[in-house]
């Protein structure tokens, strides 16, 4: 009797085997998941049927991956390579059945769930665009672990199979048919149908063609091992993310080849999931299933009016329309908003891949003046001036909805003061995207003195409905993420007017492990927004900040202008090679800045607690990832030390170093801790 299978044999001798885990909307393959299909393993190894297919119970999917909950424990255990070796032959007595097997995959598939369907002998899956299939464990600082760095590269060839790897990215049933990761795709409801034709017909198992497999020759691995990793490095240092270049690793060292692969494969993995990498990002795949889960399912919002065509707000727009909604967008004039549309009109091409799905976003997204009067939730993304908000507002709400949520895309404006232009105030609260919106996945959800319960739940369902991450915040200056940038921006500032090479002070941040420097940070964000946020949290004083005044006086403000702090070609910055390497004294200068503004964030409440500070800044700016987030990071590094370190450049650098008080309340953790 099995908890999370049930088997079935149809008349043709073909036995089903169904997963369908309990106690779960979701199959992963926990340990009592696997251990279950061992033994319905043992028994199809004794009595082999006709055919096998392994399909799942349930409609939301195949199989999500490996229970994550449990990578700790597995870690800790000392077990963690016996238990993984103990997986891979689980599937390689499945690959090695005298009959056929056929993985029959509607929805997503991926991880553990995609490697189980490597060792079966066929896969078909549902015919979509959705990318839902893929092996996406680099992202928790692992590779796959259940045969899957090998069977991949012997049923692709190398480049296709290890690009899938080491990206972790997912791709559509029929991007996946296109490259042999399936065998078929079939229409909805054609799956079981499929399944039987393949245990009928047996063709030929797939292989990569002749050209890929000479690439797995002992001499040309490791030509093409140099080139590979040279890519990864681009992307993360080994001391930061070692999981890609152990990718790599394997198969130069064993082509995918023999046991002794599987062996390697399974050292490896354990190797990895004890280190600080793997444990902070699962500790980041916790934080955004979290903010996943604040607020309800449903916001009862369709209609979304957007006054502004800048780019936040036609970038905005845009997504809204991306993601299902109906989307009206209006500015001073129809010639302000065109721009928007042409920049709405690439998004829906590059990210939208179904046959028409593009003409249908472009469809839901129309110019329309008066289309605030219809709309459950108006968005304002206007200029930053408190007047024109309120002026806009006064005119809105005269003609709005009376159950229509009123929310502002400022970035540094106190809510309260806007909301006294409102009449209805505890429907109006700030909806903070960033730049870029289609990138960058948080949005701030902030809450007012007088936002009442039920719209602000309702901006949380929304911001998920569309595939945004929702962090509810109180309404403090500069609210959570450009709070605790702001010291950072400002101190690289400061770094410049003292001598370092911009070059050199980008260079200590992305040292640290951050995805760009400040300075061309800055220049991103655009220097007109950095100089207005640095104004209204009181952070822009001296000569660092009068060279970035002039710099936004005289139209160079960035990326945007092609000039800023860097000149830019081709959206890139120009950068000298010849700097000087940053010293450690560097590093902390910029960083320690960024974790005592995260400590007051905390102390006052601008989120729920240390966590959703973490999980802001990461998914708001990049956070170095593998570090867990500022106040965990600051916590493992010990906060003694981190204070001691701010007194001695309080003392040399000036008072913008003194600890905050609450230092002392922030509880230290366990090197080992992975907070979830």
Known sequence: MTRHWRTEDDADGVRWLILDKADSRTNVLSQAVLWELAGLVEELVANP??????????????????????FRALAESGQAGELVSQGQRLLNRLERLPCPTVAAIHGFALGGGMELALACDYRIAVEGHKRNLGLPEVRLGIHPGLGGTVRSVRLLGAPAAL??????KSLSAVEARRIGLLDRIVPDGQLDRAARELVAERPRKR??????????????????????????????????????????????????????AYEAEARSMARLLQTSTSRHLVRVFFLRERLRGLGPKTSGIGHVHVVGAGVMGGDIAAWCALRGMRVTIHDRSTALVEPALERAEALFRRRLRAPGAADEARRRLVADVDGFAEADLVIEAIVE???????????????????????????????????????????????????????????????????????????????NGIGKLPLPCRSTPGFLVNRILAPYLAEALFAHHDGYALETIDRAAEDFGMPMGPVELADRVGLDVVL??????????????????????????????????????????????????????LQDRLILPLLNAAVA????????????????????????????????????????????????????????????????????????????
């Open 49 to 70: 049927p006709a055919g096998v297919v392994i399909r799942s119970g349930k409609d939301s999917g195949f199989i999500a991956g490996a229970d994550i909950s449990e």
């Open 163 to 168: 690009k899938l790897m080491l990206t972790g």
């Open 207 to 260: 292989r990569p063609r002749a050209h890929l497999r000479l690439l797995g020759l002992p001499f040309v691995r490791p030509w093409l091992g140099r080139r590979l990793r040279a890519q990864v490095r681009r992307r993360g240092r080994p001391e930061h993310y070692p999981a890609p270049f152990a990718i790599v690793d394997l198969w130069v060292r064993h082509g995918a080849r023999g046991q002794s």
């Open 385 to 463: 001036r408190l007047d024109a908000k309120q002026d806009l507002y006064r005119e809105l709400e005269s003609r709005m909805r009376p159950d229509a949520v009123l929310a502002t895309n400022t970035s540094s404006i106190d809510l309260k003061r806007l909301s006294e232009a409102t009449t209805h105030r505890g429907r109006f609260l700030g909806l903070h995207f960033f730049n870029p919106v289609a990138r960058l996945p948080l949005v701030e959800v902030v809450r007012s003195d007088s936002t009442n319960d039920e719209h602000m739940a309702r901006a949380m369902a929304f911001v």
């Open 532 to 585: 207005h946020a640095a104004e209204s949290l009181g952070t822009a004083s001296g000569e660092a900040a009068s060279r970035l005044r002039s710099k936004v006086e005289a139209g160079e403000l960035g990326a945007k202008s092609g000039a800023g702090f860097y000149r830019f070609r081709d959206n890139r910055p120009i950068k000298s090679k010849g700097a000087a390497l940053p010293d450690r004294d």
């Open 601 to 676: 964030c905390h102390a006052d409440g601008v989120v729920e607690d240390p966590d959703l500070v973490d999980a802001g800044v990461i998914f708001g700016t990049g956070f170095a990832p593998f570090r867990g987030g500022p106040l965990q990071y600051a916590r493992l590094r010990g906060i003694e030390a981190i204070v001691r370190r701010m007194q001695s450049f309080a003392a040399t650098l000036g008072p913008r170093f003194a600890p905050h008080p609450d230092w002392e309340t922030l509880k230290p953790v366990r090197q080992d801790e992975n907070a979830t």
